[in-house]
């Protein structure tokens, strides 16, 4: 999550000035802000938008590492960011208008992203891990509770499909290679 005020504090340069670099970003397609799911909110939400590197390589090549850096933290925010690249690039190809947004609750209820347009209404949640467990899944549940019309996904480390809960777990790699595909699955009727 991008915090400009925090951002601004830690560079010591006024919080204006941090907007405008990161809008400088925005502009040279080096980074993309995804904004909050903010439609008939149901809950208290974060207001910040999240930051991306538009590339996963530029990503890992700038994330600072240390002792203390898990290398699960940043594989997991790498996948994150492919998956977003390949989200992007199925929206603009074949939902026009639909656009990416995050969803994330002020008790950290999170879904990674929400693909909200007049014929896609879609929630993904991204999962390294091979085994789901329940857990896994309490982001999705949460949102699918405020918001019954949209249907929810989840990207994990697998390798077969299941459906749990009415939540579809699609693998990781066959869900990128399959996404214009999968995103088609999720397309709801316009007139709803």
Known sequence: ML?????????QVKRKRCEGYFAILDDLLVGVRIPVFLRRAKRRMVRHPKFYFFDTGIFRALRPRGPLDRPEEIDGAALETLVLQNLHAVLNWQFAGAKLHYWRTSNGTKV????????????IEIKRKRPLARRDLSGLRAFRR???????????????????????????????????????????????
């Open 146 to 192: 405020d918001y019954p019309e949209a249907r929810a996904c989840v990207f994990y480390g697998g390798d077969r499909e299941l459906e749990i809960e009415g939540i579809r777990a699609l693998p990781i790699a066959e869900a990128l290679m399959r996404l214009p595909e999968v995103l088609m699955e999720y397309r709801v009727d316009a007139t709803i």
């Open 112 to 123: 990674d992203f929400i693909a909200y347009g007049e014929s896609l209404f879609v929630a």
């Open 3 to 11: 915090n400009t005020a925090e951002t601004a504090r830690e560079c």
